[in-house]
């Protein structure tokens, strides 16, 4: 890389669903970002993906955005052994070879951006942070929630104590009973299963505001024992309904079954203690027939708060003591006087200082991938440390085990004994690893 132009040459291990929305984020990126002072210039150069037809589609899609199509290979090897120009990755494969690609990649020099969950366990997650401190590069990883702006202002007013000194925390998700969600390994064990898939980003915005968590008591279980019909995602005609309607076409790519048999847990329910003091109530179920349900809330010593709902467009609602209606926009923004997002943020939502935006899923989608990869490009250019690097990364995931670990011992677990170097509490986690190499 040439530091003095900012430009990255860029390749994506991992051509599904997901590398093509990340490729939506860079084509979003490259209109708003690029040109930014301290900003990269991202420049895709190749793509890497063993089926065929799902590379081809990312690199047609690479062609109609930026003019050029990028180099398609069918591993990283070969690609890294044709284009050694690349200076870094964006891997967005199941999670099961998160770990494997980042560390051949940070060996092989480049940066790595690595999709969430980190990996599976925190041995992987160990490995790859290893493998980028001895090669000197940046490591870190795409969980996009937090880099919503209302994410942001929910995150300011809290500092603020605009609810008072926070106390408690509820966030409850309960749905898609009986249905595939949206590809059918996350509904396998050793591709991490949806509770890590899905869980590490209520963990990750959970940290955000109230601080790591120091101790989980957990029971899971399996409750759907048959899966039947890939989760609607939209689509049809024209343009796309839903970020996830590219998946129809990637998934009917790669051959996905219709029906199948899971064999991890799709239900957690758990009671959290968080470093900083706050106790919280955690419920993540994808066995919830018919009615789902939903809530987030945070409680404090003068008021309570609802999140803003990340990629919705929708800011928080607070309220305070002595008044049964939510606080304005105005005022809530009155309470944070010097909240701003970062100028990529800004560029991309269209101001410094909101408390709701009105933009359709896709673009959100879009917008939310490109902050993402600004701040993976601005950590490689500047020589700083990414926002959600492996410390965070690892965290998510290290809570998430600790659900499997606490229920199938039948104990509250500290988080630190399943997150340490050599994990005090390890059981679940040993088997994956084990059964992963076994494989």
């Known amino acids: 890389m040439t530091t003095a132009s900012n430009v990255v040459n860029l390749a994506i291990i991992g051509c599904g669903g997901m590398g093509n929305r990340h490729l939506q984020g860079l084509a979003e990126y490259a209109r708003s970002v690029a040109g930014l002072p301290g900003h990269a210039i ?10 065929a037809k799902n590379a081809a589609l990312l690199a ?26 690349i200076d870094a990755v964006d891997i ?9 690609l980042s560390v051949l990649c940070l060996r092989a020099g480049k940066h790595v951006l690595v999709e969430k969950p980190m990996a599976l366990t925190v041995a992987g997650c160990n490995a790859m942070m290893a493998a980028a401190h001895s090669a000197n590069r940046v490591l870190a990883v795409a969980e996009n929630y937090r880099f919503d702006p209302l994410v ?9 104590k605009a609810i008072g000194d926070p106390w408690m925390v509820v966030d ?7 249905q595939i969600i949206i590809t059918p390994w996350r509904h396998k064990r050793l591709y991490g299963g949806i509770l890590l898939d899905v869980g590490v980003h209520n963990v990750d915005l959970m940290r955000y505001y109230a601080g790591p968590v120091l101790e989980v008591s957990a029971r899971v279980a399996l409750l759907d024992r048959v899966r039947k019909g890939l989760r609607p995602q ?34 957690a329910f758990s009671t959290l203690r ?21 809530r987030k809330q945070y409680w404090g010593s003068e008021g309570s708060m609802e999140p803003a709902p990340p990629r919705s467009g929708t800011g928080p609602r607070v309220w305070r003591d002595g008044s049964s209606d939510p606080l ?36 959100i989608d879009c917008k939310i991938e490109a902050a993402v990869l600004s701040d993976f490009g601005r950590a490689i250019v500047t020589g700083t440390q990414p926002e959600v690097g492996g410390i965070e990364g690892r965290h998510a995931v290290a809570v998430v085990n600790a659900l499997f670990e606490s229920s199938h011992l039948n104990v509250p677990v500290l988080v630190a004994d399943v997150e340490a170097d050599v994990p005090g509490v390890s059981a679940w986690q040993h088997a994956i690893d084990r059964d992963l190499a076994a494989g």
Request: a negative charge.
């Open 328 to 363: 304005t926009p105005d005022e809530m923004l009155a309470r944070v006087p010097d909240f701003t997002v970062d100028a990529s943020t800004a560029r991309l939502f269209g101001g410094e200082r909101m408390a709701s935006y009105h933009l359709d899923p896709v673009a």
């Open 234 to 267: 939209g689509g049809g005609t024209g343009a796309p309904a839903s970020p996830g309607a590219i998946y129809a076409i990637t998934n009917a790519n790669s051959g996905m079954p219709d029906t199948m048999e899971p064999d991890v847990e799709d239900t």
């Open 92 to 100: 967005t494969t199941e999670p099961r070879l998160h770990e494997s």
């Open 152 to 160: 942001r202002l929910t995150k300011a007013l809290l500092d603020a």
């Open 42 to 51: 991202f420049n895709l150069i190749a793509v890497s993906d063993p089926n």
């Open 60 to 85: 047609d899609t690479a062609l109609s955005e930026f003019g050029h199509r990028p180099a398609i290979f069918a591993n990283p090897e070969a690609m890294f052994d044709a284009v050694p120009e």
């Open 172 to 178: 409850a998700s309960i749905g898609s009973g009986g």
């Open 274 to 294: 968080f470093e900083g003091g706050m106790i919280g109530q955690w419920t993540l179920s994808h066995a919830g027939h018919a009615q789902g349900f939903g």
